[in-house]
């Protein structure tokens, strides 16, 4: 069964970096769109960043262009998020997600990692 597993989430100040990573099982990872949501306190879940199958095409929120940058490493079956400039409102549990081939819509879910910026 396909897995996501996120990771490198954690606590840091205001215009400090992390680099999220999201690792999938299975072997046609490569075969597949990819995208970073969040979601935090008392909010609904918004759309972060996506990928295409190859890394050729990205997409960003208005919020976070500039300073994040989603990649993927095919090879290594996992896809990143390094967040630069981090703000307070960049609070949130992050999830990374698979895009379905056949409805284009995000069927798999990864568990979740908290990012929490101090000011």
């Known amino acids: 069964q396909v897995q996501l597993v996120e990771s490198g989430g954690g606590l840091v100040q205001a215009g400090g970096s992390l680099r999220l990573s999201c690792a999938a099982s299975?072997?046609?990872?490569?075969?597949?769109?990819m995208g970073w949501f969040r979601q935090a306190p008392g909010k609904e879940r918004e759309f972060v960043a996506a990928i295409n199958w190859s890394g050729g095409s990205t997409d960003y929120a208005d919020s976070v262009k500039g300073r994040f940058t989603i990649s993927r490493d095919n090879a290594k079956n996992t896809v990143y998020l390094q967040m630069n400039s981090l703000k307070p409102e960049d609070t949130a549990v992050y999830y990374c997600?698979?895009?379905?081939?056949?409805?284009?819509?995000?069927?798999?879910w990864g568990q979740g990692t908290q990012v929490t910026v101090s000011s």
């Open positions: 299975g072997r046609t990872f490569s075969n597949y769109g």
């Open positions: 997600a698979r895009k379905s081939l056949f409805t284009r819509q995000y069927d798999l």
